[in-house]
Nanobody, 116 residues
């Protein structure tokens, strides 16, 4: 059984930083692309960042240059370092992997609130 558990969310002032973590079991992160998504109240869930199995990273335009996704293969954990946070970054952040059609795994989410 695959479990993804996010942590690290909280309340921060605009311009501040947070680091989110996603720890997993039942899925080897280093063998799969891992993603961060977010969903703000009243909005659709949106993709934030991806780290591929070979370590390549991609970011949504809205977070490019401010967020960094990384992976610790020993801990089977991915991270999202978020700097220069803006009120528009306020959302629930979710860890995700979909290794193949029919397997789509999500964590329970961690709330990030950025005050102005």
């Amino acid at each position: 059984q695959v479990q993804l558990v996010e942590s690290g969310g909280g309340l921060v002032q605009a311009g501040g930083s947070l680091r989110l973590s996603c720890a997993g079991s039942g899925l080897i992160f280093s063998l799969n692309a891992m993603n961060w998504y977010r969903q703000a109240p009243g909005k659709q869930r949106e993709w934030v960042a991806t780290i591929t199995s070979d370590g390549r990273t991609n970011y949504a335009h809205s977070v490019q240059g401010r967020f960094t996704i990384s992976r610790d293969n020993v801990k089977n954990t991915i991270y999202l370092q978020m700097n220069s946070l803006k009120p528009d970054d306020t959302a629930a952040y979710y860890c995700n992997s979909f290794p193949d059609p029919g397997r789509d795994y999500w964590g329970q989410g961690t709330q990030v609130t950025v005050s102005s």
